[in-house]
C-alpha cells in the first residue's frame, strides 16, 4: 500500500507538473520544470527506501507461509533440489518443480497419470491387475545410489508409457532400474 | 512405451540377469517404438523374450544400444544407435528380424567397439541395416550360423566389417563393404558360408596385415562366393588359403580413370572415351555411340569400374583384356587405342597432338649465293606429339634423298638434292605435315651461280669470234665495219685536235 501511494504520488507531481507547464510561457516552464524535477527526486528516494524495505517483508513472509504450507501439506507444489547434467558446478543446487511426490508406489488398479511431473522417492511397482498409463508425465526416480529404486511392471501388470512423457533420474549420478518382467504388459 | 523418453536407467553390474543393464524387458509382444534413450546402460534390452516390436528408437550415448539375448521373433526396425560399444547385440537369439537399422560414429573403448554383434545366433535376419563412422566391426558373427545377412551397408568404419569367426552356413547377399581401413568380408574358420553379390570397395590399410575385399582365412573352406565384386582395396580383392572355396562367378575389379592431355600442356575436355573388356563395351561416350560422358574440363572421366579379373571355376581366375580408345576430332593421340593393365586402379594418360610440326632448313642459308650445280636443302623437322607422315618440297627439281620412308619419326633430318642447277634465283617450301595432319612449312631464298673455269672463258672468247666473223650484212663483214668506225672516229678526232690547237696560236 505505501509503495502504491507512492507511485501515485509521484505520476501526480509529474503530472501536475505538464499540466502547469502547458499552462505558463516557457521560462517559467522550465523553472518550475527545475523546481518539479528537484521535489521529485527527494521523493523517489523516499519511494526506493520504502520499496526496498518493502520487497524484504513480502520475500520474508512469503518465505515462511511456503514452509508453513510444506509441513502442513495444505500446497501440493514442492521443490526438490537436483544436480543437472553430469558434471554441475558445485554448491550451485538447481530447484526443480514436481506436481507430486510419490514414495513407494504400488499401483494394483487402473491408474492415469497425465501432464504431471513427479519424483519417485521409492520403487514404482506396476502389480498384478495394476494398469498404470503415464501421458506427458516426467518422472524422476530419486536416487542416492545405482539401483537404489525401480520400476517394475510385474507379472499380468501393464504400463503404458506415451505422450513425450520423460522417465529419468533426479540425479543422473545415480542410476535407477527399469523391469518389466515376465507376463506383464508394456508399451 | 512410445513417443517419450528414457535416460540414466541402468549401470554396469555382475548380475547374471542383466537387469541391472537399462530397460530390460523380461517379457513378450511389447512396443518400443519412437523414443529417444539416453545415457542408459543399455538403451533396451530384450531377456529371453519373443516377439517385441523395437521400432524407430534413438540410442544414443549408450554404453549399449539395444541387447537381444536368448530372444527370439523379435523385430527391430529402423532403430538408430549412436556413441555405444555395442550398436547392436543378438547372443542366444534365433530367428529375430533387423531391418533398416543404422549404428553411427560408436565409441572406440579398449581394443574396440561393434555395430551388430551375434554371438551363438541362428537363423537371424539381418536386413538393410548400416554401419558406419568409425566401427571397430561393423557387422561381427561368432559361432553363429544359419543366419542371413541381406542388403547391409558397412562404410566409412575402422576395421572390418563383415566378419565371421567360427560361423558356418551363413549366406551374405548383396551387401556392401566401402571404404573401411580393414577387411571387407573376413572369414576365419568358417566354412560353408555361401557370399552372393556381395561388393567391397577401398578397403584396406596399412599393410600391417593382409587385408583384402574378401579375405578367407585359416580353415574356412568349401565356401562358395559367386558373383561378388572387389573394386581397389588396397592389398588384395581375393585372398584365400582354405580349402575347396568357390569363388566362381566373382570379379577382381579396380578403377580406371582416362585423361586427356594436350601435346602442348594443358587438359583436353570433351575426348570421347570408349572401354572394352574382352570386347565387351563397359564405358562408351557419345562419340562412340553410348551415353557415358567425355573428359571434363580436367581432362578426366569419371571412375570406372572395370574387371580385371574373373574367377572361372573354383579359386581359378582368368585375366580379362582391357582394351581403351580415345578420339578428339581427328587429331592423333599417342598409343592409341591400347591395352590396359588394370592390375591397380590408375589413371591411363592420353597425349593428343594437337600441336602442329616444326620444320626448319639449315643449309643454304638465306640469300646466300650457291655456287655448285648440286644444290642440297638440308634441315630438321619435329612432329611435336606424333610422327611425320610427309615431307615435300615445291620445286619438282629436288628430290628427297633423306630419310628414305614415311613414316619418317618424330625428329630427325631431311635432305633435298638438285643437279644441274643454272644461275638463278628462286624461294623453296619444305612442308611437313604429322600424324594430326597439321602441316608446317619452311621457305628458303635460293640463289645459285655457277663459277668461270678457263675453259669456259676460252669458250666465250672463241664464240665471241665466231659471231664477229660470221655474221655479215650486206656484203661486209662486222669486222670491216667495226675498222672503218674506229677509223672515221680517230680522223674525226684528229682534226677536232688539230684545229683547236691552230686557234690557239693565233
Redesign the interface.
Known sequence: MTITIKVIFIRKSISNSIKSSQKIGNKERMGNYMKQTVRIRKTSKKAILLTAVLLTTMITIAAVTATQNQKQNINPLIYQTILLGTNPPTNQPILAKADETWNDTIISTTNTTINKEIILNGNLTIADGGILTLTNVTLRVNCTT??EHRIE?QNNGTL??????????LD?S?????????????? | MNNSELHYCGYENSTSNRNHYGLWINTDNTIIENNTLTNNYVGTIIWYSHNNTIRNNTATDNHEGFWLEGSSNNTLTGNNATNAWYGFTLSYSSYNNLTGNTVTNPYMWGTGCFGFYMQYGTYNNLTGNTVTNHTYLAFYLIYSHYNNLTGNNATNNDYDNFNLYDSWYNTLTGNTATNNTGEGFFLVNSSYNTLTSNIATNNGGPPIYIKAGFHLMSYSDHNTLSGNTAINNTQYNFVYDGLNNNLAGSVSANFLRVKALAFGGGAVQGAQVKVQVDGNTIYDSIGFGGSNPPTDQNGLTEWIVVPYKTYVSGTTAVENITNVTVSYGGLYIDNNPRIVNMSTSHTETFIVDNVPPTVTITTPSNDTQVNTGVIYINGTFNGTGSQILSISINDPRFTLVEPSSSPYGITGTYSFKASNIESSEFDVQVKVRDQSGLETTATRHVIVEQPLSLTDILKSLTAILLLLTSNSQSGFSLLIYVAAGVAACAGVAAGVLFYYFRLRRV
Open positions: 545405482n539401483g511392471v503404458y508409457i506415451n505422450g513425450s512423457s520423460i522417465i529419468t533420474a543422473p545415480y542410476s535407477f532400474l527399469f523391469w518389466v518382467q515376465s507376463g506383464s504388459t508394456f508399451r
